[in-house]
Structure formats: C-alpha cells, structure tokens
C-alpha cells in the first residue's frame, strides 16, 4: 500500500460505502498522456472494484458517475484504462482504441532476416543505475508513441523497476540492460531468465518484460540481445504494438506466434477539448453528431475544423456514440472500419474517408504497461 500510494494520490480514490463500510472502489492515476502531435492530461483509471456481495446493486455505476465527474472539474479532457472485461465499459463511454500482442519466438526461428552488425555497447545495470539511464530514452520514445505516458521518478522507481525482497520467484529476478552509442542510452531492456530443464536440454523461458529503443538500428539490436541470450528456448513479450518492427526483423516472423487482444480503451470525457488537444494529418473539416448518455454535456453536433472541434448548428456527416471516438482518437482505428461494423453511420457519402484523411497517424498507439 505505501508503495502503491507513492503514485496514486489519495483525492484521487473514490469509495463506495454501505453502514460506514467500504463495498467499492476506483482510482485514477493523473498522467500525461502523448497523443497524436502532442501531449494531454488524463486520467488512467484503475484498482476499480465491488464486493462480490454488492453485485447488481449500481455500485460500478456510482463511481463511475463520481469519478468522470471528477475528471471533468479537474479539467482532463480524457480517461483512459485496461479493461478488465470488455463489455463493462463501454457503457460509461470507453472505446478499444489500440490493439496489443504478444509472442512467443522458439531459438531456432529467431534469426533476422538481414544480418545484424552491432555498433552499439551494452551493459547489464542495477536498479539504480537504470533509473538514471532508462527514463533517458523512455522520454524520446513516448513523445512520439500515441498511448505511452509520462513517468515520474516515483513510477519508475516503485513499479517499473521495483522487485520484492523476495525476488521474482520462479520467474527470477530482474535483469537490466542498456544499449548506448558513444556513451549515449539509445535503448534498454527488462527480463527475466526462468530456468528450465527437460532431459539434460534447457526449455528455459525469456521473458521480455519490457524493451524500448529508438527506431531502426537500436531497436534491432536490443531485440537481437535479448533473442540470443543462451539458455533460453524461447523468447516470449507481451503488450506489444500491432506494428511492431519484429514483423520485420524476423526472417520468418510467423513463427513469433503473434495473439492479438485489445489494449487502452479511451473515453472523451470533454469532446471540445480532447479533439482540440491533438493534432491532425491534413486540413479539413468534418461534422460529427455525438451521443454521450453518461456524459450529457458532450451531447450534440461538433465541427472539427483547423484542428479545433466546436459546437455547430451544421448538418452533422458522421453520428456515432462518444466510444467511437475514443476508438480512433490515437489513431488505432479508422472511421470507415467503424462505419463496416456498424458502429459509425456515415451521413454524408464520402465522410468517413474524409475523417480518416484527417485523423491519420504514422504509428500505431502502444503503451508498454498494465496499470
């Protein structure tokens, strides 16, 4: 608790009680958050909870109606979370809005499909030593990786980089590395090495915990450490990017066992002011009807033109619930997908293509972390 609540202020928890006892509860960690062309306050919910006692009583209803009004007064134009289940939010206006893999690569598919020469140096760290250096790279990556947030010194030292006294258990510890070219950190790794042997042969695990380097040679090369480290038969990693450069680095990258799940949902929770926040491809303009039950004050006919979003008596091109654009506002989606999935209506022909035009990015959103 007194680890956790070094990055969870404590205004920011809502409680559910019943006869002086506490039955529910949801928090919200205040971050930073990059999205396309920028950087917005957010809210990332989590520890969002109910007593299996008070089931079906509106209690999840409760805080949430609490809490997105809170975010509101705080003036954070989004909320953003991982969703537990993927039919509980939606109701309270969260979309998918980015999609998340992870692989499982065996030793003997994990060569490159063009030959590797290292340039870099690396060199295995301790804990301290990585929270002077990784936070260094992690910075230049994020302010241009829609969905990654900013980290504080206390969210890297008591979540990302913390290990228990007891280690990681059966997983084993820890271990860090960095990359640096002429003694400058272009990339890093978290992994652990679980050991394991099946008659006199290692069916040892590498679990990639976390491995973020600059785009191109660095990233081929800390990926090309991490799969070459002996003992290990396979190297597996989770809450990866749709697009990520393993496509393209493996000589045979269908053997990496790619699973595809959802990653960040988003909610809108100021229309205007979230739309406004982010900047987009091409100029333009388009007219969107937004439904927001849960958050009436979103209701209504919206312009989006410039690169600012305000209230307009124009005919509306585009209707869709406040999730939907929770859904494309990274850049993890498209409008038109929404509008062959019957979760956008398109009422002006051509509107959807012209939208997507307008809220295309160049990657896709990826953030590397459970919160």
Known sequence: MERFSKNLPIERMHAAREGGKT?????????ELTVPGGVVPTAGVTVVGTFPTHRRRGVLRSLMRAQLDDVHERGEPLALLWASEDTIYGRFGYGMASRTGSVSIPKEHSAYA?????RAALRIVDAGEALTLFPRVWNRVRLKTPGMIART??????????EPPAGGGEGGPKRFVVLESEGRPEGYAIYRHKPKWDEGESDAELEVVEAIALD?????????YLLDIDWSARTTAGLLPSDHPLWWLLATPRRMRLKIGDGLWVRLVDVGAALSARTYATDGAIVFDVLDEFCPWNEGRWRLADGRAKRTTAAAQLRCDVTMLGSVYLGGFTFSQLVRGGRVEELRRGAAVRADAIFATDRAPWCPEIF
Do not use: D, K, S
Request: aromatic share 22%.
């Open 23 to 31: 039955v529910g509860g949801a928090g919200a960690f205040p971050f």
């Open 114 to 118: 063009q030959p590797n020469e290292r």
């Open 153 to 162: 010194r206390n969210w890297w030292e008591y979540r990302v980089l913390f």
């Open 216 to 224: 191109g040679r660095p990233t081929a090369e800390i990926w090309r």
